[in-house]
């Protein structure tokens, strides 16, 4: 045992010195688990493609984690080359003048062509500046899906909704059957953030926050984002919906379990899923309203975006835009899209995926990018929000009031909108 | 005792100097950062910082839902630090008394101590869990529906709960040495001057432990304000949403996870503030009747 350890170690420090002549680079991400593990595989076949430069993952905990991780070692003059930032913390690191280099211009100063639209549509504009110019490179990307129970919905006769008029038709069959209808995992994320993208509705004034700092204001409010909680809250109150607190596994185990016919998730959830779903499962988009015209839009990207720190030199920012060309292959995003479960976020990737016949197998896994490829409209394309994470933490503990009975839906909103405006306002004032 | 004499007067000034030094490091220069940062406002990275007053004070002190933790801070403190007092006196006097088999008993009850609180959190929150909790099924034999995560009174009794279970071990432990500590000739006086065993322990013994009880009284409402965090971060599972939440957790949403430094900032000064005022009532106010011997 001891003897396999030393081996290792030297091994190790066999290939540390190997790499010794190359450019070392550092990339902190916020991953653990498997997800992590894959990280390592892919800064592997990075290291093991070229000799020039060396790239050195490190887990930071949490997505939280890994970003206060990154702004304290800005500030001490200690930042890695690559920072992972999680959707909610996007504005924060973007407003944040001079901490980035935007991932397109290293990428064209190194020397390579850069086509926006080689991306799909869901991944295009959300870590874009308001002129679609790249800051962040898409990483790690998911949208809300649907999963659907495929006994629960025989056994009650019904077809999987496209939309929650449909639902609510199926819901009362559903509960007969002797099934939970519908649980989703995270309110925020399904049920605001991309309520407002799948249904084509402003989320925030200034372009949802791209044009302007300034003054932006959220839209929270909407008479349409009103009635689809006190829609929730009445099928909740009529067992056509359960909420099992903030928590995601809280609500996703009643799924797993066979008690649920369809759960709102994650594209990226379906691998965990194939190993602890009691029941054969499918997935479909994320139901969206027929009666709010323009609706079925495309929804935002979830997951995380890899930013280049400032202050590197140049033969490291070189190294950078290299790992980034890399990722963005079609062979590594065919392999990372395989491996986790997140989406592939270039048209070429997905097209060599497909046409691998991997969908014919998964066809599961083909439903999140699918869902981020369809059109977009004029207000799925992204939102800038500074403090964010704050207000997503607003939001949670006032939904958990509204299906507590601690608030009302209107209230709750009002709450909201009162609070995350003041949080905007005191963003506004820290980036001006 | 002999008297030690340093030949040099600076000699025991570099002996002190690496716990000083530590203090430094670690207390005083963190605590003037965040008394600078709580007056300013600053955006993360560090680009940009105003002062703004007192602004961060008011702004927290006005916000409802701050005086709303507070308010639970305050309750939580007090359950807690009572509940994990008495207990421990109680389980240190039963077991105090317990001839056969003592060591058995104390070993039991020490070895919770030695469960560091994520860990103690975790196992509060399989006991307390919706789906799998047995707290839950036994709360549901009793007609109370229990949803931990979702309703704020069920969320704060299994923090308590689990706080509470954490810290006995720790208070019974003090206890314990303490009541061994008590000379047998009192103990016996007493026994012949009165028969009531309950108002011996009233009259004689606890008045005696009070140096114990008073150092337990400080630690355990340090415990309850910031040593709690661990249990809390694991029951809330990363998500405070609508649960109870402590002060201290609060600084560390606003201050780690929302990086807004200048607010978190000044929420941790006026923790500081708190604490100070605590202890010095607790100095002033109980010490004072409490006799050393």
Redesign the interface.
């Known amino acids: 045992m001891i003897k396999q350890f030393s081996l290792a170690a030297v091994s190790i420090a066999l290939t540390a010195t190997s790499s010794l002549a190359a450019t070392n680079i550092s990339w902190w991400h916020g991953m653990a688990g498997r997800n992590g593990e894959v990280i390592n595989e892919v800064a592997q076949k990075f290291n093991a493609s070229q000799t020039a430069c060396a790239l050195t993952p490190v887990s930071k905990g949490?997505y939280?984690?890994a970003?206060?991780s990154g702004?304290a070692a800005?500030?001490s003059g200690e930042q890695p080359n690559i920072l992972q930032v999680f959707d909610a913390?996007a504005a924060?690191?973007i407003?944040?003048?001079?901490?980035v280099v935007p991932a397109e211009d290293l990428i064209k100063e190194a020397g390579y062509e850069f086509d926006r639209n080689s991306f799909i549509e869901g991944v295009r504009y959300f870590y874009a500046d308001s002129d679609g110019k790249f800051v962040g490179m898409p990483f790690n990307s998911s949208a809300p899906i649907m999963y659907i129970n495929d006994e629960a919905l025989k056994k009650a006769g019904v077809a999987a909704p496209k939309t929650w008029e449909e639902f609510e038709a199926a819901a009362p069959k559903l509960k007969e059957a002797g099934f939970i209808p519908l649980v989703q995992s995270q309110l925020t994320w399904q049920f605001t953030e991309n309520f407002f993208s799948r249904n084509n509705i402003q989320f925030a004034t200034n372009n949802n926050g791209y044009d302007s700092v300034a003054d932006t204001q959220l839209k929270v409010t909407d008479p349409n984002l009103v009635m689809m909680f006190d829609k929730l809250k009445s099928w909740a109150d009529q067992g056509y919906f359960a909420?099992?607190?903030?928590?995601w596994?809280?609500n996703q185990?009643?799924f797993e379990?066979n008690k649920v016919a369809l759960w709102i998730g994650s594209s990226g959830s379906f691998g965990g899923l194939q190993k602890t779903a009691q029941m054969p499962f499918s997935a479909d988009f994320l139901p969206y309203w027929g009666s709010i015209s323009g609706a079925g839009t495309n929804s935002f990207i979830g997951g995380a975006a890899l930013f280049a720190m400032a202050g590197k030199p140049a033969e490291e920012n070189k190294c950078v835009a290299d790992f980034f060309q890399f990722l963005t292959s079609p062979e590594i995003q065919k392999f990372y899209h395989q491996a986790t479960g997140y989406v592939a976020i270039t048209t070429a990737a997905y097209e060599l995926t497909k046409s691998e016949g991997y969908y014919d197998k998964t066809p599961v896994a083909e439903v999140g990018i699918k869902q981020l490829m369809l059109p977009a409209g004029e207000w799925s394309k992204g939102y800038r929000l500074g403090?964010y994470?704050?207000i997503r933490?607003i939001m949670?503990?006032?939904?958990?009031?509204i299906?507590?009975g601690?608030t009302s839906v209107k209230d709750a909103f009002d709450t909201i909108e009162r609070?995350g405006n003041e949080l905007l306002a005191?963003f506004a004032?820290?980036?001006? | 005792m002999k008297r030690v004499q340093f030949s040099s007067p600076l000699l025991p000034y570099l002996f002190l100097a690496p716990q000083l030094a530590v203090i430094v490091i670690f207390f005083y220069w963190p605590s003037v950062r965040a008394i600078q940062s709580s007056f300013y406002l600053e955006d993360p990275f560090g680009f940009g910082s105003t002062f703004v007053g007192l602004d961060n004070y008011i702004g927290t002190l006005l916000n409802p839902e701050y005086l709303a933790i507070a308010r639970f801070t305050a309750i939580f403190t007090a359950l807690v630090t009572f509940f994990s007092l008495a207990l421990g006196l109680l389980l240190a006097v039963k077991a105090d008394a317990v001839i056969r088999g003592n060591a058995t008993y104390k070993t039991l009850l020490i070895s919770v101590y030695a469960i560091a609180p994520p860990v103690a959190g975790l196992i509060g929150m399989m006991f307390f869990d919706q789906h799998i909790g047995p707290f839950v099924k036994i709360a549901a034999f009793f007609g109370w529906e229990m949803k931990v995560g979702l309703s704020y009174f069920d969320t704060a009794f299994a923090m308590i709960v689990v706080a509470v279970w954490k810290q006995i071990p720790y208070n019974f432990i003090f206890f314990l040495s303490g009541l061994q500590g008590l000379p047998a000739s009192v103990r016996e006086a007493a026994a012949i001057d009165c028969r009531s065993s309950v108002k011996r322990f009233w009259t004689v013994i606890f008045p005696l432990l009070a140096p114990t009880a008073f150092f337990l009284l400080i630690i355990n409402v340090t415990y309850a304000l910031f040593d709690t965090f661990g249990v809390i971060d694991v029951m809330v599972k990363d998500k405070a949403a609508n649960n109870p939440i402590t002060l201290v957790y609060k600084v560390y949403m606003d201050g780690f996870r929302g990086n807004d430094i200048g607010g978190s900032s000044a929420q941790s000064v006026i923790l500081m503030i708190v604490v100070f005022v605590l202890t010095v009532l607790q100095f002033r106010f109980i010490e004072r009747r409490i006799h050393y011997t």
Do not use: H, W
């Open positions: 949490t939280e984690e970003l206060a702004i800005f500030r913390g924060t690191i407003n944040a003048k001079g901490a909420y099992y607190g903030a928590g596994n809280d185990k009643p379990e403090f994470p704050q933490e949670e503990r006032e939904y958990g009031r299906f507590s601690e609070e005191r004032k820290t980036a001006g």
